[in-house]
Nanobody, 119 residues
Framework: QVQLVESGGGLVQAGGSLRLSCAAS????????MGWYRQAPGKQRELVAL???????KYVDSVKGRFTISRDDAKNTVYLQMSSLKPEDTAVYYC?????????????WGQGTQVTVSS
C-alpha cells in the first residue's frame, strides 16, 4: 500500500520560511518523480515544484528563487523549503508521485498540509 505523508505546514508571517516534508512508503522511491502541488481556496490545484527521477528540479515561475525542492532517496522523503513566503502562497500543499517526470497526472497523492502566510 502506497502512502505519502506530508508534514511541516503551519502559520507563518510574510517573509518567513517553512520546510515541508513528504515521507513515502510502499513504493520504490528512487523510481518516481516527486512533485509538490498546492491548492488555494477557489483556485485550481497547481504544480509548484518537481524533482525528476534524475533529480532535476523544476519550478513554477511564481516560486522560483524562493522555493527549493530536494529529495533523500535513503529516507524515501522529498522536501520543499519555502522562503520569503507571501500571503499568496497560502494553500493546502500536496505531495505527489509519478512514474513520468512531468508529474502532471500523479499516480499517488498525499493528504495535504495547510500553509497559511499572514500579512
Amino acid at each position: 500500500q502506497v502512502q505519502l505523508v506530508e508534514s511541516g505546514g503551519g502559520l507563518v508571517q510574510a517573509g518567513g520560511s517553512l520546510r515541508l516534508s513528504c515521507a513515502a512508503s510502499g513504493l520504490t522511491f528512487r523510481s518516481y518523480a516527486m512533485g509538490w502541488y498546492r491548492q488555494a481556496p477557489g483556485k485550481q490545484r497547481e504544480l509548484v515544484a518537481l524533482s525528476t527521477m534524475s533529480y532535476s528540479p523544476k519550478y513554477v515561475d511564481s516560486v522560483k528563487g524562493r522555493f527549493t525542492i530536494s529529495r533523500d532517496d535513503a529516507k524515501n522523503t522529498v522536501y520543499l523549503q519555502m522562503s520569503s513566503l507571501k500571503p499568496e502562497d497560502t494553500a493546502v500543499y500536496y505531495c505527489a508521485a509519478d512514474l513520468s517526470d512531468d508529474v502532471v497526472d500523479p499516480l499517488w497523492w498525499g493528504q495535504g498540509t495547510q500553509v497559511t502566510v499572514s500579512s
